[in-house]
């Protein structure tokens, strides 16, 4: 059994910061791919940032030199720093892994950013 859980959301007014973190527990041997996805209301979920097991990272335009992704897999957590936060930024993040296997990825439950302007 695997489990991400998610922390670090919550209200800031824009051009504030938040750090999203998500951690795995359980039977983890291997984690390849993490990354970060949101949600708006009424919207598709979207990537918003990726980071590969060797450290390379990629990032929806929309964040790129706001938003910064890493790992720490000693903890078998990604992070999420988010700066210069937009009321567009709204939305709930949810974290994925692909977990001792490329091709099965696990999700957190999500988390809820919301950004006031």
């Known amino acids: 059994q695997v489990q991400l859980v998610e922390s670090g959301g919550g209200l800031v007014q824009a051009g504030g910061s938040l750090r999203l973190s998500c951690a795995a527990s359980?039977?983890?041997?291997?984690?390849?791919?993490m990354g970060w996805y949101r949600q708006a209301p009424g919207k598709q979920r979207e990537l918003v940032a990726s980071?590969?097991?060797?450290?390379?990272?990629n990032y929806a335009d929309f964040v790129k030199g706001r938003f910064t992704i890493s790992r720490d897999n000693a903890k078998n957590t990604v992070y999420l720093q988010m700066n210069s936060l937009k009321p567009e930024d709204t939305a709930v993040y949810s974290c994925?892994?692909?977990?001792?296997?490329?091709?099965?990825?696990?999700w957190g439950q999500g988390t809820q950013v919301t950004v006031s302007s």
């Open positions: 359980g039977s983890v041997f291997t984690i390849y791919r």
């Open positions: 994925t892994m692909a977990i001792n296997s490329r091709v099965r990825d696990y």
């Open positions: 980071i590969t097991s060797g450290g390379t990272t």
